[in-house]
């Protein structure tokens, strides 16, 4: 005989997942230990929060999908925001969540966790008894991964506890085939290309698994490429790499982006970040998706064709569609001029240092130019969230994890633990705004304790500066203002090491540390201010 949670456990194994993280409670001990005497790992949290926004950062750059486990009622609670950053992101993700037996409807722990799941848009589903256990537990992970979705399953503790005399086998799972466009969309899309003196394709979270087929039809219908925010890195080397489109493009992409008589979203929503609330595409343009989800097809702004297809699967047929190899947008002109300017890095800015803030734009180029090329960086939100994500480059898109989904702050440093995990040759580097570091510190000591080398840059303004720099000096700013914080100090105490900077010379020690890095680093750098960033103006119009 054997109870259910280790059936769950076994159909898990053979099913094929990663690394699961979780806080352990009653709910959850047996099935968490079933799972790690089983040879998958385990990384114990300090908070189901955190739990979650680690298998989601994993679950981004990894191969294998993540899992979350947490303890009934309370322990499900305290993973929601991380569990709907991860739904709104379409990270292939399970969340194992213990759950009130059927008949404890008095229970302390009893809450409509189905319900819960989906409000913040997860797939709820469940184990439903002993004897359905392996469908059960396949049905899930089929969703989570062939359906990029993030599933909560529940598991009643009656039903965990059962026993089974013979479960089931765990059936193989093959890959279904991709969404095939129909040839009359290759050739209408191909009509569009052929016609386009000054193409541009930006490629998104859909795009990622196609860069290399999408880069090679660039080529051939000489069109300009970018990305939106989560697939940044996907065409790192292309010399007509734009880098990302949106709030984070340097004037130059931005202009040439704008100039474009026709702009192919290849799996990317082009929404208002991407698309600038619209003003990157110019009055002329022709705007195309390309998309296996039907449903993603003109979502967030009108456009002039939707393909309902894989993107490979999409480029491939077009790449033997279009025969002659075409100059378009592929200039020598428009190479010489990204070449000198595609990057905020390589553009002259007004340096805003005082005598104990350093400019964040300083501050983002140094730390840059020290940190190894072989980097997974990991992006909090708020304020200062575009000088990582325009100025820290990353060797492709599984180096770079980009918590924004939600909008919520206090992610970023869990999902990097996530991230690092996923990708363990590679530094792991955390940028955070002090709210959103202090928020999610408690997993600094997981992080410490984890013992690998981790870079925390914590971009220092002693407020939410988001707020402050929307409402302005004339509102009263009490709430969202704070006292300098020690968090070097702090750090410390985690058991970190730590580096104040204010000044270009303080970043000597960074630059020292990452000489040999070992452990884990915070950089409290004390940042001035840049009178409000201008992505978040723009996202707040209209607010």
Request: glycine letters at 10%; one cysteine or more; hydrophobic letters at 45%.
């Amino acid at each position: 005989m054997v109870c259910v949670a280790d059936v769950v456990a076994q159909t898990l194994v053979e099913l094929g997942v990663g690394t699961c993280f979780g806080v352990v409670g009653s709910g959850n001990f047996v099935l968490t230990n079933a799972l790690r005497a089983r040879g998958v790992p385990f990384v114990a949290t300090r908070h189901e929060g955190g739990a979650a926004s680690m298998a989601d950062g994993y679950g981004r750059v990894a191969d294998a999908p993540a899992l979350v486990s947490v303890h009934q009622g309370c322990g499900l609670t305290n993973a929601m925001t991380g569990i709907a950053e991860a739904a709104k992101s379409r990270t292939p993700m399970l969340v194992l969540a213990a759950d009130s037996a059927a008949g404890a409807v008095l229970s302390n722990f009893n809450v409509d966790q189905d319900a819960l799941a989906r409000s913040v848009g997860a797939v709820a589903d469940r184990v439903h008894g002993p004897t359905s256990a392996v469908a059960d537990v396949t049905r899930a992970y089929r969703t989570a991964v062939q359906g990029r979705r993030t599933v909560v399953l529940s598991l009643p503790l009656d039903i965990q506890a059962a026993e089974l005399a013979a479960p089931d086998a765990v059936a193989t799972l093959l890959t279904s085939d991709p969404v095939r466009p129909s040839a009359d969309s290759v050739a209408a899309l191909q009509m569009a290309i052929e016609a386009a003196e000054r193409p541009v394709f930006v490629a998104g979270r859909g795009g990622r698994a196609a860069g290399a087929r999408i880069a090679e039809l660039a080529a051939r219908a000489g069109a300009l490429v970018a990305t939106s925010a989560v697939a940044n890195g996907l065409f790192r080397g292309d010399d007509f790499d734009l880098g990302i489109s949106g709030g984070f493009s340097t004037p130059l992409t931005a202009e040439l982006i704008r100039s474009a008589d026709l702009i192919v979203g290849w799996g990317c929503a082009l929404n208002m970040w991407t698309m600038r609330h619209g003003t990157l595409i110019g009055a002329q343009t022709a705007v195309v998706q390309v998309d296996d989800d039907q449903s993603a097809l003109g979502a967030h702004r009108p456009i002039t064709m939707g393909i309902h297809g894989d993107c490979d699967a999409t480029a491939a047929d077009l790449i033997d569609a279009i025969e002659q190899e075409r100059t378009g947008y592929r200039t020598a002109e428009v190479a010489r001029r990204l070449a000198a300017g595609r990057r905020w890095n390589e553009v002259t800015t007004t340096d805003i240092s005082t005598a104990d803030r350093i400019d964040p734009r300083v501050f983002s180029v140094l730390l840059d130019r020290a940190l190894p090329s072989e980097r997974v960086v990991a992006v909090d939100s708020g304020n200062f969230m575009g000088y990582p994500s325009a100025y820290l480059r990353v060797p492709d898109e599984n180096g770079f994890v980009f918590t924004q989904a939600f909008q919520s702050i206090g992610l970023g440093l869990s999902s990097g633990i996530g991230a690092m995990l996923a990708q363990p040759d590679r530094l792991a580097v955390v940028a955070a705004g002090d709210g959103g570091f202090l928020m999610g510190v408690a997993e600094l000591e997981t992080a410490v304790r984890l013992g690998r080398p981790m870079l925390i840059a914590v971009y220092d303004d002693s407020a939410y500066g988001a707020e402050v720099h929307h409402f302005g000096p004339d509102a009263d700013l009490g709430s969202v203002t704070f006292p300098d914080t020690d968090i070097a100090a702090l750090a410390r105490g985690f058991g970190a090491a730590a580096v104040t900077v204010r000044s270009r010379a303080d970043m000597e020690d960074v630059v020292t540390w990452l000489d040999s890095p070992s452990g884990v680093l915070v950089v409290d750098a004390k940042i001035a201010s840049d009178g409000g960033a201008w992505w978040l103006a723009e996202a707040f119009t209209g607010h």
